[in-house]
């Protein structure tokens, strides 16, 4: 068996971080990337007015480079607000992502639909 030994770029963890004396962030080869899968409580929905501040705050995690709350929410009172601010600058490619996590929760709309109608 060969082993080989390729040189990725690393990053060291920030200071304060508990695990910054024993790990360390390596950039994956594009062909090696993974998909992460959430588990849990399924993402919120962006159409529905009672779980606006949650689907902010859920989409600012996972798109806005953040090492502190404050990061994410800055000066903003609301996850809203913040969430707001963000796509105004937020690239493309993450804006791309976001809407098609919401064409997910439409298609399952679809589906529900279609099979309640059959039902009738």
């Avoid at 390596?26 to 159409?47: A, E, N, Y």
């Avoid at 953040?66 to 493309?92: Q, R, S, Y």
Wanted: aromatic share 10%; glycine share 2%; net charge positive.
């Amino acid at each position: 068996m060969k082993i080989r030994t390729h040189s990725h770029p690393s990053f060291n963890l920030h200071d304060t971080h508990i695990k910054s004396q024993t790990h360390h962030l390596v950039i994956r080869h594009p062909d090696r990337r993974c998909v992460p899968v959430p588990i849990g409580p399924s993402l919120p929905r962006r159409d529905r007015s009672e779980v606006r501040e949650r689907y902010c705050r859920v989409m600012l995690i996972l798109f806005k480079p953040w090492t502190t709350v404050w990061n994410l929410h800055g000066i903003f009172n609301m996850w809203a607000d913040a969430f707001e601010e963000f796509v105004k600058t937020c690239p493309p490619k993450k804006l791309w992502i976001m809407k098609n996590m919401q064409i997910l929760h439409e298609c399952k709309d679809s589906r529900d639909d279609h099979f309640a109608n059959r039902r009738q």
